[in-house]
């Protein structure tokens, strides 16, 4: 066997394997633990050929959030056999967290993993394509994505940007967020002082609510010193290991704002183009398999986490159903109106919409009903 076939089996052994660790990978939050490495192929390593700076959006820390870039960064450095290196930064560190996409677009890095949300300032229809009130469940999002135009719509919104979007994260329900006092009404909303982020905030400050938008990181002490009565974030496991939970006790349920919450991993466009086919499709493989990955995981942590509530004196409390019916009434108020001010939101929420109404056929049927 000459030596350009055994490299040749080895990349091809290890891009299998990415896939597969990917589909079936455990789900505890741990170290990543590289495949078995085949001895014939040891002291081979292809040559570095792309070895980026990313700057990512949550600490490498964080459970499940931070945890998916390590995972996307180990199978893209083994399936190509050392050939791409995704050299992590957390927040702050090259660029701050709500700074990714600018940075990446203005060449500054090649390649940044975030929550597109955060472009909300300056590009008004981002939100759409990371986290929707009352929208999307996370497999819905996936097969819109991939299967109904989700993926060119967003790639159209970033071209101009100078930005290639990989759908590269997927986790299910953010909390509806944790509350000092218990939320029993609309009255008990309004001037309530909260951290909210993307289209929920908007939502939410008109019905009376005093948002601000802070990172993950700054949260608690705002939380703790009163700056802040309230606050959503994210799953539960990533809440606690903040210390959410030893300010407020009140944990409420569902997470009506962000029914999916995507990642993406955005990469400068003229670098994106600059790759291999080859390259190319191996960093795509490595983000399908993260999204698949990351969702997996983020589903199987949250029960115990719950369970666990009432040894810390933790609530969980779901949000009273006029609460949320007014909640809805007033996203969709939203959404219209942001439509009707911007003809990227407009497009892409028309596609969202007849999506759902296509997928709500299959949907209605298929699956059992929530009380089996």
């Known amino acids: 066997m000459t030596r350009k076939s055994i490299t040749n089996k080895a990349a091809l052994t290890a891009v299998i394997s990415a896939f597969v660790i990917g589909m079936f990978g455990t789900l505890a939050v741990r170290p990543i633990n590289p495949p078995a490495v085949n001895p014939a192929a040891q002291g081979i390593a292809a040559q570095v050929r792309l070895n980026w700076r990313v700057p990512i959006v949550f600490p490498r820390t964080m459970p499940v959030l931070g945890e998916n870039p390590v995972y996307l960064a180990a199978m893209i450095d083994q399936a190509s056999n050392g050939a791409i290196k995704f050299n992590l930064f957390d927040p702050g560190e090259v660029v701050p967290a709500f700074a990714i996409t600018e940075a990446v677009r203005d060449g500054k890095v090649p390649a ?5 949300g955060y472009d909300q300032g300056k590009i008004p229809s981002s939100p759409l394509i990371s986290a929707v009130p009352f929208g999307m469940e996370p497999w819905e999002y996936s097969a819109w994505w991939y299967e109904a135009g989700g993926r ?3 790639e159209n919104l970033y071209v101009e940007h100078n930005l290639m979007p990989l759908y590269c994260g997927m986790t299910g329900p953010e909390t509806a967020g944790w509350f000092r006092e218990k939320i029993e009404s609309l009255e008990d909303v309004k001037g309530l002082k909260i951290r909210f982020a993307g289209l929920g905030g908007k939502v939410i400050e008109r019905l009376g609510a005093s948002v601000t938008m802070i990172p993950g990181g700054e949260i608690f002490q705002a939380l703790e010193k009163g700056a802040i009565d309230a606050t959503e974030f994210a799953l539960p496991i990533v809440d606690q290991s903040l210390g959410f939970n030893r300010v407020a006790k009140f944990n409420y349920y569902p997470g009506w704002h962000q029914p999916f919450t995507a990642s993406h991993l955005v990469v400068n466009l003229k670098v994106w183009r600059q790759l291999s086919n080859a390259d190319q499709s191996l960093i795509e493989l490595g983000c399908t398999a993260a999204v698949t990955r990351n969702l997996a995981q983020a589903e199987a942590l949250q029960g115990d986490v719950i369970v666990g509530f009432a040894d810390i ?33 407009a497009e892409i929420l028309a596609s969202q919409r007849a999506f759902r109404k296509s997928y709500a056929e299959w949907k209605s049927r298929a699956y059992l009903p929530r009380d089996f």
């Open 112 to 116: 940044g993993y975030t929550w597109l």
């Open 152 to 154: 060119e719509l967003t």
């Open 313 to 345: 004196g933790v609530s969980a409390e779901i949000l009273p159903e006029p609460l949320l019916r007014e909640l809805n009434r007033v996203a969709d108020e939203i959404l219209d109106e942001e439509a009707a001010k911007d003809a990227d939101f």
